[in-house]
């Protein structure tokens, strides 16, 4: 008689992965995540300094009612999303433009620019900036600074405007040579508000306010950030009261 087939009861084969499956997902998800954060950091490496925002409320839990509550909406309008470090960077990236157009203009070295806002009574600082909305001061290392908006500026209409306008003013003090600690007050002050503005009055006031007859000051044309940048570049190394107008008399000429 004939024998009945045996049957192999070994497994099937396991079939590969579908593309739907949980795990290919996960890896998949894993992957992007791996390249989208090295193209961040490659970014952000390209920005040549590095950007820290302090978290404000931390900061202010002994302080009165009205700054704590200044600081916390500074956090979550801008610190939590990381508003401010963009606007950080874009101020840096529009200031070094103006004042360094080309490679005979030598930058300041920048490693460290650390934004926070400062207590609604700051103790004053030694090499502190004071301004209305901002100040900016050296940090504890070579090319470090820390730029300090006052809880203030959470107070205006425009609150966005305020913080930006706070930081372009701060950004370009950091980028700003200042002759060594000689330069004027008055002329680091009218840098910094063409710089945050693009307006050439202030520009045209520190310049009348160096030139006994004015001329270059309201000959000064719409080429004024050239002024701007060459004045910067004179003040790396000193100040003398004719820097002003040599930067400019070729220009206004």
């Known amino acids: 008689m004939d024998q009945p087939l045996l049957v192999s009861s070994s497994p099937a084969p396991p079939s590969p992965p579908s593309d739907d499956s949980p795990g290919f997902l996960v890896r998949l998800l894993l992957l992007v995540a791996v390249a989208a954060f090295s193209l961040w950091a490659n970014y952000e490496a390209s920005k040549g300094f590095q950007v820290t925002v302090l978290n404000a409320a931390s900061s202010f839990s002994s302080s009165s009612s009205s700054s704590s509550s200044s600081a916390r909406r500074f956090d979550l309008l801008f610190v939590a999303n990381g508003r401010a470090a963009r606007l950080v960077h874009r101020a840096a990236d529009s200031v070094q433009r103006a ?28 090499d502190c900036v004071r301004e209305a909305t901002v100040a900016v001061r050296r940090g504890r290392r ?112």
């Open 142 to 253: 070579e090319g470090e600074f820390a730029v300090e908006l006052r809880p203030r500026v959470m107070e205006a209409a425009d609150v966005a405007e305020a913080v930006a306008g706070a930081v372009r003013r701060g950004v370009a003090r950091v980028w700003l040579w200042d002759g060594q600690g000689r330069a004027p007050e008055r002329v680091l002050a009218a840098l910094e508000d063409y710089l945050a503005t693009s307006s050439a009055d202030a520009l045209r006031g520190a310049l009348a306010s160096q030139s006994r007859n004015h001329s270059a000051a309201t000959a000064l044309p719409q080429e004024d950030f050239v002024c701007a940048a060459r004045l910067n570049r004179a003040m790396k190394d000193g100040w003398d009261d004719r820097m002003l107008i040599e930067a400019c008399a070729s220009i206004a000429a």
């Open 99 to 126: 004042l360094y157009p080309d490679a005979s203009f030598p930058r300041k070295p920048v490693e460290r620019v650390t934004l926070s806002m400062a207590p609604a009574v700051a103790a004053d600082h030694g």
